[in-house]
């Protein structure tokens, strides 16, 4: 038989037991593909986490979900989580880029009190007699004070960057450093003392209202949709990633990573400088004692509740902001339900556990092993 006889021979029947007989497996359906999809998405956790919260809030707090309007502002429950949660989801929008590049920043509680303290202090409020009506006004231009403030914050965080990218010293102890000194130089440029604010205009800022809703909702709106910008349209978000990832093949890809680590702890800063004029603004004074106190770990828990990774080289701006809502929605349940303050620092401690356990490697394949 010819070679061509043989090439035109049709091929022998499969036998019942070849692997080509074997019946295909059934196809998923696609209700269950979008439900598999759900459940592997990174923002599924924290928002389950978030609606569980709600739903105890829902049965545990009469009128939880009631919204009202009144003097043309809205309020409600809802309302007084997201805007009192507002300096917070500040802090985690700037800690998020820190740690995605390998980094932390225990120092943004400081820096709210340092921002706080200088802007009160440049405003304050002088009482004079206008028309034969009494009225304050401010001791420095506003605009001037919160430019003084910002610009305090932005220097300690070029102060970071320039200790962490310049000389390489671990990030949380270049940062430790100046938790430190930034809160006792707010306290020396008080004495210890409360800095009361008088002037009308800058309570606007922290509870002052826009279209009905707290204006510290558009101005938390305003950074997180730059950000975005900035990490979605530009090569900043791969370039962060990339230093997260493993610094050093940054650099030899020509990733200035010096720069880059230096912008991080810079706009940390930043967020955390316009955290702290919300805070005053609010509270109507600046208290250097306390302004700010564990803000930065809160931060910090917010950003791995939303998802993003320790380690670095994986993050979520709109997981942080979840993150932060999460925490503020446990404060206020704890609260609400009569519960002592104290037990709000053990619950977040359990929280904290959970998070750390759930990322860690080691859980994640003992988990898998007996999942098989």
Not at 51 to 58: G, H, K, Q, S, W
Not at 211 to 220: D, I, M, S
Request: proline share 5%; glycine share 10%.
């Amino acid at each position: 038989m010819s070679v061509k006889d043989e090439t035109r021979r049709p091929a022998p029947p499969a036998s019942p037991a070849s692997p080509a007989a074997a019946p295909a497996p059934a196809a998923a359906s696609p209700a269950a593909s979008r439900f598999a999809a759900a459940l592997a998405h990174p923002l599924f956790r924290p928002l389950a986490a978030l609606a569980a919260l709600l739903l105890i809030d829902f049965f545990l707090i009469p009128g939880f979900f009631h919204l009202e309007i009144k003097d043309g502002h809205l309020y409600g429950s809802l309302v007084d989580i997201v805007n009192r949660a507002a300096p917070l989801m500040l802090a985690a929008i700037g800690m998020t880029l820190v740690i995605a590049t390998r980094g932390i920043d225990i120092s943004v509680g400081a820096v709210v009190a340092l921002s706080g303290t200088v802007a009160a202090m440049l405003v304050g409020g002088t009482m004079v007699i206008n028309n034969g009506v009494p009225e304050y006004v401010a001791q420095t231009p506003m605009a001037l004070a919160l430019l003084a403030a910002m610009g305090a914050a932005l220097l300690c965080g070029l102060w970071n960057g320039a200790l962490v990218a310049g000389l390489g010293l671990q990030p949380i102890v270049a940062t430790l450093i100046l938790m430190v000194a930034g809160r006792g130089l707010a306290q020396l440029l008080t004495d210890g003392q409360i800095v009361t604010v008088y002037y009308q205009p800058y309570f606007f800022l922290g509870s002052g209202y826009l279209l009905g809703l707290p204006f510290a909702l558009f101005v938390v709106a305003a950074v997180f949709a730059v950000t975005s910008l900035l990490m979605r349209r530009t090569a900043l978000g791969l370039f962060i990633q990339s230093v997260g990832i493993n610094p050093v093949a940054a650099r030899l890809a020509g990733i200035r990573t010096a720069a880059l680590i230096v912008f991080v702890y810079v706009f940390s800063a930043a967020c955390a400088g316009m955290a702290g004029l919300m805070i005053s603004s609010n509270v109507k004074s600046a208290d250097a004692n306390n302004a700010g106190l564990l803000l930065e770990l809160d931060a910090i828990l917010a950003v791995t509740l939303g998802g993003t990774s320790l380690a670095g080289g994986k993050f979520s701006l709109v997981g942080s902001l979840i993150g932060a809502l999460i925490i503020q929605t446990l404060t206020y349940t704890i609260y609400s339900l009569g519960v002592p303050p104290e037990v709000n620092m053990v619950v977040k401690s359990v929280v904290v556990f959970l998070v750390c356990i759930s990322q860690s490697d080691q859980f994640k394949q003992l988990w898998k092993r007996r999942a098989a």
